[in-house]
């Protein structure tokens, strides 16, 4: 039985300990009558359309829940800036919102703030193909941005599970890792520049298209990864790659980490250039995903511990494709791997990274889930989910019935040294969250690891950050925080 929730407990009943910031002003009419007199009727939300307002208060796990009563959608920067600016002169908190797929309950209000949605700045703004260099609002949903570039053969440097949601503006502002950091790096690297909005309406306008820049502190890379705490992306200028002519994918069944280790270690030799993603799941995320797909034939014949996913991508198919056959003999020759299959055409390609892609939104599908995204030295990786799984079952919540209480399901970018961890649950009781918190923080506090690899901070790690970084940078965090938003009106409650 699968329970879903459609609407999420309030946070701010969850969370009874966190109060509302009485030095915040409550939204009213005069209010209401400036943001009419700057924006269309297509630009504003309010409680005339119910169903509308909840969806921007709710975030895609069901798990946190705000009251927001008014969400902006400005669709110029000037836009941005006089709400920004009317917001800081009155104290009015602001959460700034892109596709609100984000994880860690950052996209969404904890109580009435404000909601300045990106959806209506939505336009490419330049792109040039001798350099690569893409220019566009920071609303450009991330499925629109790559179909643009497909379409000029060029790929944005980064892909993820939530594309057909999420927004450029939203990626740099999470500072995403995604299934292609292996081969295309951080965001930190591949962002030119961008246009922001400060919470006094001041505009960063740097959206330049330089590859290199050496002139004092690259203050962009501050906004990358601060979760709209510190200023409104309104534009973005990035580094596109030239569109792989070949592609490939193969998908091996494996019994233990240390094989996967062995294997990646082998893949980064013999594929090494056109080695282009490497990701693994454990039992339990492939378990919970052949559940949630049932019209999907699974790839391999037998179950394993692990399975892996491999990704090429390449100038010349018939030489990726060499390669890729020899890697695949080789490893069952030498009997590292149990089973492989490789993808025969490019539906067989989508078939395989359908898999991968999935286990999100399949552990969603349980019910809920207590979601962990961690950095570990490949050597410990996947300790951290067998010391969890161990915890669970010993207070017999993971039990051998068709639907246990709780599904432990460790997967992410071995490449990148980031483990995914999906508690998957029927539902979020104090129970299992006691077992889960503060104990996975230690643990990964002990391996010198980080408490998020790329989904962020946000609500759910707030007060958190201790756990990886020391005083001194905290502090640093926070006389930046202070420094761009003395009023502490933008995005409240959440991060330092
Ligand atoms: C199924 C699924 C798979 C995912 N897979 C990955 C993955 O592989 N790798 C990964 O890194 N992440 C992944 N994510 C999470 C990821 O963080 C988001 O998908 C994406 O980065 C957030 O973009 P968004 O536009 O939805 O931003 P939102 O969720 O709306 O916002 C995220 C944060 O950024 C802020 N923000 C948004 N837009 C702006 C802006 N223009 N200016 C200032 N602040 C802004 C918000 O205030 C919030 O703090 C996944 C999410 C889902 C649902």
Redesign the pocket.
Known sequence: MTITHPVAQLTAEAYPKVKRNPDFKVLDSADLAYFRSILSNDEIINSQAPEELASFNQD?MKKYRGQSNLILLPNSTDKVSKIMKYCNDKKLAV?????????VG??VPVFDEIVLS?RNMNKVRDFDPVSGTFKCD?GVIMRDAHKFLHDHDHIFPLD???RN???V???V??N????NFLRYGSLHGNVLGLEVVLPNGEIISNINALRKDNTGYDLKQLFIGA??TI????GVSIVAAAKPKALNAVFFGIEDFDTVQKLFVKAKSELSEILSAFEFMDRGSIECTIEYLTDLPFPLENQHNFYVLIETSGSNKRHDDEKLTAFLKDTIDSKLISEGMMAKDKADYDRLWTWRKSV??ACNSYGGMYKYDMSLQLKDLYSVSAAVTERLNAAGLIGDAPKPIVKSCGYGHVGDGNIHLNIAVREFTKQIEDLLEPFVYEYIASKKGSISA???I?FHKRGKLHYTRSDIEIRFMKDIKHHYDPNGIL?PYKYI
């Open positions: 895609w959460v700034p919102q892109g596709g609100n797929t984000d994880l950052a996209s990106l920071a993820l599970p939530s949601n999420c927004q503006g939203g990626v502002s999470t995403a890792g995604g299934l979760e709209g200023g409104v992306i309104t999100p939104t790329e989904h962020g946000g995005n």
